[in-house]
């Protein structure tokens, strides 16, 4: 994480859907998973994506 800056990419997430994730408590690979899915999703600009159990 050397060069992190906005000009070499980012994942724009809805702050409503930030703000909901405050509400709860989740564990570290929890959050992993719904890091994962925002990537590639909204780090894709998808809708939805077929996502496996193996990813």
């Given at each position: 994480m050397a060069d992190v800056q906005l000009e070499n990419g980012y994942t724009r997430v809805a702050?409503?859907?930030l703000e909901a994730i405050q509400?709860?408590?989740f564990t570290t690979n929890q959050l992993k998973i719904?890091?994962?899915v925002w990537?590639?999703?909204y780090g894709y600009?998808?809708?939805?994506h077929d996502i496996?159990?193996?990813f």
């Open positions: 702050n409503e859907i509400m709860y408590t719904i890091m994962a990537r590639n999703t600009t998808r809708k939805k496996s159990l193996g």
